[in-house]
C-alpha cells in the first residue's frame, strides 16, 4: 500500500481537516504535516489544541490560489502527498455570497492540481510510473454533487450522474471533475472521496448539529428549516478521517469513492436526539424539554429534500467501516460540547480571531 511521508493538508485548521490531522499523527508515526489554511471564519488554530508541540506538525496561514506560497511549500517540505480539504463549506452562505465559492473550490482546487503537476512532473521529472507509485492527491467532496433523492430512490452510488442544486454544490462538483480530468490529462495520481454530512468535535456553530448545540444551551430558538423532513445521511468526523486514510493508503488511482454510514436521519430526528442527550446530560434548570426550543422557520431555498450514500465500494474493495453508529456518535458530540465550552464561547465571541491576527 502507499506510504505518505511529507503531506500537504489544506483547510487542516477547519473542522474535518483538523480532525484528520489529528487522526492521521495520531495513526502513521512516519509523517509530516504541512498544514496550509487561510484561517477564513471557519479556520480555527484552536482546533489543532494539543498539537502546538508536535514537531511533525506545521501550520502554515496562505491561500490555496497563491501559487507562488503552494509552489514553495511543495519544493520546501519535498511533499510527496496532497490532501485538500480547504474550501467554503456552507450551503447558506453560498446562496448569499457565491463569488467566494467560485474562488476557493474551484480555482483554489485548481491551482493545487497545476502546482503539482509542475512540481511533480516538470520539476521533479517524474515519469508516470514512478509518478504514480510515489505520489497522491487526495480531493475531499461532498454527497451534495450528486443533488438530490426522492424518498424512495436508491443511495447514491459513484455511478450517479451529478446534478448539483446550490452554488456550494456546483463549485464541488467542478472541483471533483478538475481532479478526475487532471488523472485522464495528466496521469496526475489522483484519488476522490465523496462523503456525507459529518459531525463530531470542533464542528463550527453555524452547521445544524453544533448550532442547535449553542442555541440549546443559550436557551435560544431551534431553528429548523421548512418542515423539518429533509433527510441527511451523518457520518462521525473521526470515521471520515479512517475514510480518507484508507483510500490515501490503497484506492485505486482516477477513482472516486462515497463515504457514509448507512445512518439516514429527518432534521427534526437529528434535533429530537440532540434534545434528549441534553435532557439527559444537562437538563434545562425548569426541567422542561428543551424540544420546546424547536421553532420552525423559512426553508432554504432549492433545499435538497434528501442526501443519502451507498458506501458499498468503499467497504469492498478497501474494508473501510465506520466505528460509530449515530447514537454512538452523537453521544460522543454531546458530551464533547458539553466539556468544551471555553472553545465555543470563544468561537461564538470572535476571541479566536482576534487571537489570530496577533499571532499570523
Ligand atoms: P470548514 O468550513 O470547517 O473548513 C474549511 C477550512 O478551509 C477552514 O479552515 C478555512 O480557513 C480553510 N480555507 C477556506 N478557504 C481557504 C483558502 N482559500 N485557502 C486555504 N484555506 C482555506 O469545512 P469542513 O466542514 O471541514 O469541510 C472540509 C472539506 O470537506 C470541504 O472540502 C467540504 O466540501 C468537504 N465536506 C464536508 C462535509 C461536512 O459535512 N462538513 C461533508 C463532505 C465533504
Ligand atoms: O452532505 C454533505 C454536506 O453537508 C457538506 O458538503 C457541507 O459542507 C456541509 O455544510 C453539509 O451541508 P448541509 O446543508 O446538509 O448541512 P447543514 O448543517 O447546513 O444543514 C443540515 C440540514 O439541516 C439541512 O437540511 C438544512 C437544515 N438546517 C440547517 C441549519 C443551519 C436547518 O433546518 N436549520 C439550520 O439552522
Not at 42 to 71: F, S, W
Request: aromatic share 10%; proline share 4%.
Amino acid at each position: 500500500s502507499y506510504q505518505p511521508k511529507n503531506i500537504l493538508v489544506t483547510g487542516g485548521a477547519g473542522f474535518i481537516g483538523s480532525n484528520f490531522v489529528r487522526y492521521l499523527l495520531g495513526a502513521a508515526k512516519d509523517v509530516n504535516v504541512v498544514n496550509l489554511d487561510l484561517l477564513t471564519y471557519a479556520g480555527n488554530p484552536d482546533n489543532l489544541k494539543g498539537m502546538d508541540g508536535e514537531e511533525r506538525h506545521t501550520l502554515v496561514q496562505g491561500d490555496i490560489c497563491d501559487r507562488a506560497l503552494v509552489d514553495r511549500l511543495l519544493r520546501e517540505h519535498s511533499i510527496d502527498t496532497v490532501v485538500h480539504f480547504a474550501a467554503e463549506s456552507h450551503v447558506d452562505r453560498s446562496i448569499t455570497a457565491p463569488g467566494e465559492f467560485v474562488r476557493t473550490n474551484i480555482e483554489g482546487t485548481y491551482c493545487l492540481l497545476e502546482a503539482c503537476r509542475q512540481f511533480w512532473q516538470t520539476e521533479q521529472k517524474l515519469d508516470k510510473e514512478t509518478l504514480q507509485q510515489t505520489r497522491r492527491f487526495h480531493h475531499i467532496s461532498t454527497d451534495e454533487v450528486y443533488g438530490t433523492l426522492e424518498l424512495d430512490d436508491p443511495a447514491f452510488t459513484e455511478e450517479t450522474p451529478f446534478a448539483p442544486n446550490s452554488p456550494y454544490s456546483a463549485s464541488k462538483a467542478a472541483s471533483d471533475h478538475l481532479v478526475r480530468a487532471y488523472f485522464h490529462t495528466y496521469g496526475l495520481p489522483v484519488t476522490t472521496t465523496n462523503c456525507s454530512n459529518n459531525y463530531g468535535f470542533y464542528h463550527f456553530p453555524e452547521k445544524l448539529i453544533p448550532l442547535v448545540i449553542l442555541n440549546a444551551l443559550g436557551q435560544k430558538p431551534l431553528p429548523i428549516y421548512g418542515d423539518g423532513k429533509n433527510v441527511r445521511d451523518w457520518l462521525f468526523v473521526a470515521d471520515h478521517a479512517s475514510a480518507i486514510h484508507r483510500v490515501i493508503e490503497s484506492g485505486r488511482l482516477g477513482e472516486t469513492y462515497n463515504v457514509g454510514g448507512w445512518n439516514e436521519k429527518t432534521n427534526l430526528e437529528v434535533v429530537d436526539t440532540i434534545c434528549s442527550l441534553l435532557n439527559e446530560l444537562k437538563p434545562r434548570e425548569d426541567k422542561v424539554s428543551y424540544t420546546e426550543q424547536i421553532t420552525f422557520v423559512k426553508d432554504r431555498p432549492g433545499h435538497d429534500r434528501r442526501y443519502a450514500i451507498d458506501a458499498t465500494k468503499l467497504e469492498r474493495e478497501l474494508g473501510w467501516r465506520p466505528a460509530e453508529t449515530f447514537e454512538t456518535g452523537m453521544r460522543k458530540t454531546i458530551e464533547w460540547y458539553l466539556a468544551n465550552q471555553p472553545w465555543l464561547n470563544n468561537v461564538v465571541s470572535g476571541d479566536y480571531r482576534k487571537w489570530v491576527e496577533k499571532q499570523y
